[in-house]
């Protein structure tokens, strides 16, 4: 099968980072795509904004930040596509039961929505693979995709490795940041540039 | 950075409790650790410190180095023990770190951090279910500890027993009445929990920690969409309803005030109008 999902730097690195911020946390996030689907059904996801880090698995402060997302993805013509999460333990790699009610509400809303699991053990500060477990749902059950049908764009895993270099993850915003101090942007537009920069190299000519 | 201010930093993250692990091992490496003969008594707190620090980024060469030193001073302490324990979780080698905690247990009954450890081993371990097993004992014996209490919240969570977590909150909050954080994660559960009389306990446990600290911005919303799930309910009766509506309204207008205060960015305001009308218009979502 031909690619189906493709991520950008944009919403690779904010994952890493958010999961580099709080390593011995579990972590999630929503994925955005700009809904420009071609005839194939081919997803992009064109960034990432981190939700938490400390109770995952509570309902109101999800259903607040859900939904300050999802208007602020409709003021940009983009829409919430996906979801991602990281266990607190090395090895774990599973959905759990929270976790999964989350994106079968955005799967419902967004069909062809995925949910990545970040493999724990492969993140590296060099970055050599992009330690990503990529699902989609299938009837109601998430399974897991075939490695040909999901890309993450090229840079992104050194994008990344730059970024963890600079320790910009301790600059990273997610909304447990944003409830605990209002000013703190869970956007994170300062890392929009720095990823830019370091993903189009042009951007530094210009 | 001179080593008396590496040390005084060092010292107020230890008091603070601060998990600054990174940093630590940093500035010992930088600075402290050709200076820690200066330090006096204090070295050892400090070794013990960056010990920790060390297994908590995997830098099993500094934990080891700080270990040799503190093993060298105090040849049988149970504070060197745990800490030899604790390396060899890090490099996974449990069973030999169950040993050393057994062997501890059985020297000091009275003694809780050898217990603690085990059954931080069985999460890392991801036996949830064996691990609340082994933390409801502990706590039989060591009801006051309020970090296993909380522990214990976490993990009737992660296994969906809201009721069970629920009862470990009102154990901590019998225990800090005056900790809003606590009032704000019970009324959270409560919520989750839903049905009309959760979704009333829900509202009277925001209430209490906004009333504690009245900036407390996770429980200005939670109060603000328990309110609307109590008004929008089937079962109020017209007095609650004009209750909540009030709650709504007040809630509502603290939470435009922070934000007009602090963010000045006009598009969070923009978010957070998006978020009231989505509710306005009754899509609930309910996850």
New interface residues.
Partial sequence: MAEVVRITPRAYCKIILHAAKYP?CAINGVLLSDNKRDKKGKLTIVDSVPMFHI?L????????A???????A??QGLVIAGYYMAN?????MSV???AT??AD?IAEASPNACLLVVDNRRLSLTMEDPALRVMHSIDGKWKEMEINDFVVEPDSTEAAATLLHRHADKHLIDFDNH?????H?W?NLHLNQDIEILTTPEALVK | MHWSEARDLVRKWREDNARKSQELVEIWESTLKDKVHKLGDEQFQVLEQVCIGAIDCHRIDVAEYCLKKLTSQFKDSSRILLLSAMEFEAVEMYDDAIEILDAMIKRDETNPAPRKRKIAILRSRGRTIEAIKALTDYLKRFAIDQEAWQELCDLYLIEQEYGKAAFCMEELILHNPHNHLFHERLAEIRYTQGGFDNLESARSYYCQALKLNRNNMRALFGLYLTAYSIATSQKCVSAKKKEAHSLMSWAMKRISQRYKETAADKSQIDALEGLMGSLQLGSNSNL
């Fill in positions: 011995h109770c698995h509570l309902v109101p402060m999800a259903e607040v859900l939904t300050m997302v999802d208007a602020m409709q003021s607190e333990a090395l090895d774990d759990d039961k929270p009610r989350i509400k409830f605990d101090d209002i000013r942007d956007r």
